[in-house]
């Protein structure tokens, strides 16, 4: 569904639930990407069989295991994959990077600078060949948690301390080297709010955006990531507008301090979802947020994101009707 501005998508990762493909619900995240690799073709398959029923329009590829890399795999070439997207109407509007291992990864260890360079010029080759513009690149924790050796001591204080002015100029000096090598195909790398990051509360993303090349590292808000962290999506959309490419239209219950979470990677990230809400049924202020779009006449891909929906079809019919019958006429 489109209005004359905006033009509607969703992030793969909407269609990670375990039990919707009928897998076990206490399956672990290795073991669904082992599941997903050993048949990428009919996920991917069945995932844009379900994009296209839901209504939308385009699709942006997510973290692991539907990445560029996965879809290579499945589909053989840029090309064969694009030809699947045609056949369901469908857009390849962005595509999703790693940035915890990637840019994380890279500021623990210099070595590992080449790693990450090297990525880049593969994930911006095949956005090129997929007439795509834009890489949505996660970000870096802001306290101890890490992927393999989660830290489950972690205080309210640890969450609530700023960042070290240091930690974002190292962050904003790898961003920035990775934008020069996007901007080389003319891609742009759009940071994405992760909450709990050194990038997604209001005073941090506008520290990052002021150390790093409005022209190649833009930003792609999310305003469940936003609010879930305790910030305010909307002024965030408001401050930064001109550099954002695209955003993420999640909603919230309500704020969730990330000392609470505990476990490794995906414990944390289920225990996350609890928070999330369908587009329009949280706490995030959407008719000011379309307001901030009619005002600035901003254009461009709406990604409703849904992670691990146990209904992706239905939750994303629901938040598409939602923006239709409340949001659409305020920015005809």
Known sequence: MTTDHIS?????????????WGL??????????????????????????????????????APAPAGFEAALAAYGSAGAFTESLDRRGLTLTSSYAPGRQLVGEAMADPELC???????????????????????????????????????????????????REVHERFAEHMNRLGRIAGKYDVKIAIHTDAYSVCSRNNDIATVLSLTDPDTVQLCPDAGHITL?????????SDHIDRIPTMHWKDCFCPLSGHVLRGDQKERHAQMLKNFRVLGSGIVDWTRWMHVLADAEWEGW??????????????????????????APIYR
């Open 8 to 20: 509607w998508g969703t992030n793969l990762i909407t269609f990670y639930d375990a039990a919707y």
């Open 302 to 327: 709406a990604t409703e994101e849904i992670d691990n929906s146990p209904d992706p079809v239905g939750e994303l019919r629901r938040g598409r009707q939602y923006f239709n019958d409340v949001l």
């Open 229 to 237: 962290d305790g910030g305010d999506a909307v002024q965030v959309l």
């Open 114 to 164: 080449a790693r990450a360079d090297a990525y880049v010029h593969a994930h911006c080759r095949f956005l090129v060949d997929m007439g795509a513009d834009t890489i949505v690149m996660g970000n870096v924790s802001r306290s101890r948690f890490g992927n393999d050796s989660p830290d489950d001591t972690a205080t309210a204080a640890d969450f609530e301390e700023p960042v070290d």
């Open 24 to 61: 076990p619900p206490e399956i672990t995240h290795p073991q669904w990407v082992a599941a997903f690799l050993a048949s990428p073709f009919s996920f991917f398959e069945q995932m844009l069989d379900g994009v296209r029923e839901a209504g939308l329009e385009g699709v942006e590829l």
